[in-house]
């Protein structure tokens, strides 16, 4: 007997899914979840919630069509069924690669990615632009933000709630998987959810509210009679919720693993004509037993994660916050829905009643800290640098302009292979820097880490940590201290005179690559020494060493930078340079090697970001040696 065709390989449209017959969707969904466990397990990426949203995704694949209907998933991590339907299947086995398929929605990947997404709690603004602007220009596309629970954390959702008209074609999927929204669970409210979404119900409502109507001189007062009577017996019985105060029509809560359920009420929100709210409940990892079990373990797999074994500077942060915590009553720890991607597990543990989880919501929690400072607290947020974009506000008008001691400590600092241009930690030092009143401090190991954490106690107003998510990436027994406060620089294999052709200054992660870089460009000849710096604002550059390092004041000065350019530590300090009248700069030449002005976004499918950004050790000293030839 022949083996049987995968189903995949015969289902790999939506038409081909909306020609499908209802009884083969079940063995559809489970071969979507075996191809999901394999590629994902293999490349990395968003497991669990995919997995939960694999019936939603197929329901609205049959009931509407993109991309003249829009579909906008919040943040984009659950978008994986939809990509494998939109021509993009072959794409999954490179899955978060630099660039390869985006583990997010991309509007420059494919035309069915209305809206790109990577942060939380956007979509529903996004939908809301599309569907007003349907209505002026006379279209009749659906469009359907597909929403999170941990999304309503999130001030946007609410704002955009708020904004939300009556007369849209939007339909908004509520998919709830792991907290409750609406009080409306039990038997009762499943049973009316289950009642206002069948054909015959709708029929009925439609022809009675008709009939209503039409009655002469009184149909009109009598149908909002009715109306009224109708909403009180049910808010008597079982209560309002949140979305039928706003005006909205309301379907559910319902199994939003139960596939005949799911297309039902999608077909009974679509067939309204308004905006409405479809109520799901779903279960993160559903058909897998590992990550049914474990969500969170399985939320998002990272083949290239330390092992839980090695120490990252995330870990080391909240071990460190934990010990200072012990001595210090007025430490406080705040997060914005990270606690374990910011390593402040064992210190919520340790400390319930000073920590403090705000949500999604890193503006909210960033002037939520700097009102635990004004009132004599000393708040420490970790939060990743990409995250930290959505606070600028918060950090400029509630914490700098007040001088308020709020310790932000920056995450996830520099390139992001896997996550991509959404995630990229490369824009923080210059927005910090342009901020008056602010110390920035790059440690480069977690000695420094720690010597900063505490001096920071003593901090006047506010101050930024930043690190990357690895372990100490440099040996640094081979550098000598210049200044104790702000650079680690010189390696020991420096000319006996201490002077070199080439300096190159840097900070961070990329100090590796820079140390890299020095190292080929000796081997070709060329006297080269780094300097690492860790504190980039206030930074009172060691003139006097950069002379001794550049013979007198001669040669040429690097700053290497895994950080956006312009307004970057780089261009500060070369400015600073050439504006200091204590150090002769007529012999010296400058070069900065930072991300000019990109997002660092690969068109196809590249080996290395660094490569791709020019910043790893070889590109380091390959520019480098032609800007020599060119001086």
């Not at 997995?51 to 003249?68: C, D, K, N, W, Y």
């Not at 809560?253 to 308004?274: F, H, I, K, T, W």
Request: proline content about 5%; charged content about 25%.
């Amino acid at each position: 007997m022949p083996e049987k065709q995968n189903i995949l390989d015969r289902v790999l449209t939506p038409d081909d899914i909306k020609k499908l017959p209802a009884s083969d969707i079940p063995e559809l969904c489970g071969s979507i979840r075996r191809f999901l466990v394999d590629k994902v397990s293999a490349s990395g990426g968003h497991l669990a919630s995919n997995l939960g949203a694999v019936e939603l995704t197929v329901a609205m694949l049959r009931v509407f069509s993109p991309p003249e209907d829009r579909i906008i998933f919040d943040v984009g991590h659950q978008s994986y069924v939809y990509k494998m339907f939109t021509g993009r299947r072959e794409g999954f086995d490179e899955l978060r690669k630099p660039g390869g398929l985006s583990g997010f929605t991309k509007r420059s990947e494919s035309e069915y990615d209305a809206f790109g997404a990577g942060h939380s709690s956007t979509s529903l603004s996004a939908a809301l632009g599309f569907a007003k602007a349907d209505r002026i220009f006379g279209r009749d596309s659906y469009t359907v933000a597909v929403i999170g629970d941990g999304a309503y954390t999130g001030g946007m959702i609410h704002e955009a709630l708020n904004n939300v008209e009556k007369d849209l074609r939007l339909i908004i999927i509520l998919n709830e998987n792991e907290m409750s929204i609406s009080k409306n669970i039990g038997a009762f409210a499943k049973y009316i959810a289950k009642v206002r979404s069948s054909k015959k119900y709708i029929k009925v409502k439609r022809g009675t509210t008709r009939v209503i109507r039409h009655i002469p001189l009184i149909g009109k007062p009598l149908f909002e009679l009715v109306k009224n009577i109708k909403i009180r017996i049910k808010n008597r019985l079982y209560g309002s919720n949140y979305f039928e105060d706003l005006g909205l029509f309301y379907v559910g809560p319902g199994d939003g693993n139960d596939y005949a359920v799911v297309e039902s009420m999608l077909r009974a929100a679509a067939s309204q004509n308004q905006s409405a709210i479809i109520h799901l409940k779903t279960k993160k990892g559903k058909g897998y037993p590992p990550a049914e079990d474990n969500p969170n373990e399985y939320h998002c797999i990272r083949p290239e994660m330390n092992s839980e074994n090695e120490k990252n500077f995330s870990r080391a942060f909240g071990e460190i916050l934990t010990d200072i915590a012990e001595e210090h009553p007025e430490v406080c720890a705040v997060t914005a829905a990270m606690e374990s991607g910011t390593g402040l597990c064992g210190f919520r543990d340790r400390f319930p009643d000073r920590f403090f989880d705000e949500g999604i919501a890193e503006d909210h929690a960033l002037t939520f800290s700097a009102g635990l400072a004004a009132a004599g607290c000393r708040p420490f947020i970790p939060v990743y640098s990409s995250f930290l974009q959505r606070g600028y506000d918060s950090l400029l008008h509630d914490i700098a302009l007040q001088s308020l001691p709020v310790v932000i400590c920056v995450d996830r600092a520099g390139l992001n292979s896997s996550d991509g241009p959404t995630h990229h930690g490369i824009f923080d030092v210059s927005f910090l820097s342009a901020i008056p009143g602010f110390e920035i401090y790059a440690p480069a190991d977690f000695s420094y880490l720690r010597r900063i954490l505490t001096s920071s106690l003593e901090a006047s107003g506010p101050v930024a940590v930043r690190y990357p998510n690895s372990p100490e990436y440099l040996d640094f027994s081979g550098f000598r201290e210049i200044d104790p406060e702000n650079t680690l620089p010189a390696l020991t294999d420096a000319p006996e005179s201490g002077a070199a052709g080439v300096l190159i200054v840097t900070y961070g992660k990329i100090s590796a690559e820079a140390v890299g870089a020095a190292e080929k460009l000796r081997e070709s000849g060329t006297e080269c020494s780094v300097a690492v710096i860790q504190t980039l604002k206030p930074f009172d550059i060691p003139l006097s060493e950069i002379r001794y390092l550049l013979s007198g004041g001669t040669g040429t000065l690097v700053f290497v930078e895994e950080g956006i350019k312009n307004g970057g530590s780089s261009m500060i300090l070369a400015e600073k340079l050439k504006e200091s009248s204590r150090l002769g700069t007529e012999g010296i030449r400058t070069l900065i090697l930072a991300v000019d002005d990109s997002f660092v976004s690969p068109p196809s499918r590249v080996d290395s970001l660094l490569d791709y950004a020019g910043l790893s050790s070889g590109r380091i000293a390959e520019r480098i040696e032609i800007f020599l030839k060119e001086c």
